[in-house]
């Protein structure tokens, strides 16, 4: 069974920027595709980003120009770089695979205010 542990969160004010990362432990690394998801209270979790074996990249409309995934397979870590950061980006970030499996990390806070 895959794990991950994300870190990098914390508290940042509007238009700043934080990276995160997601670092999963399993030996076949390289052959998953990976994506960021965000939880906000009261809300459903819900999908930001995907980077796949490939490195072909998606996102979400909502964070499309703004945030960058990328991936380092000699590491087994999947970053997320945020941008021009908003309110609404406030969130507890996880990451999985793409499509994502039944566990989950703890996630990583993210809170964008003034």
């Known amino acids: 069974q895959v794990q991950v542990v994300e870190s990098g969160g914390g508290l940042v004010q509007p238009g700043g920027s934080l990276r995160l990362s997601c670092v999963v432990s399993?030996?076949?690394?390289?052959?998953?595709?990976m994506g960021w998801y965000r939880q906000a209270p009261g809300k459903q979790r819900e999908w930001v980003a995907t980077?796949?074996?490939?490195?072909?990249?998606n996102y979400a409309d909502s964070v499309k120009g703004r945030f960058t995934i990328s991936r380092d397979n000699a590491k087994n870590t999947v970053y997320l770089q945020m941008n021009s950061l908003k309110p609404e980006d406030t969130s507890v970030y996880y990451c999985?695979?793409?499509?994502?499996?039944?566990?989950w990390g703890q996630g990583t806070q993210v809170t964008v205010s003034a």
């Open positions: 999985n695979k793409s499509p994502p499996g039944a566990s």
């Open positions: 399993t030996s076949i690394f390289s052959l998953f595709a």
């Open positions: 980077i796949t074996s490939g490195r072909s990249l």
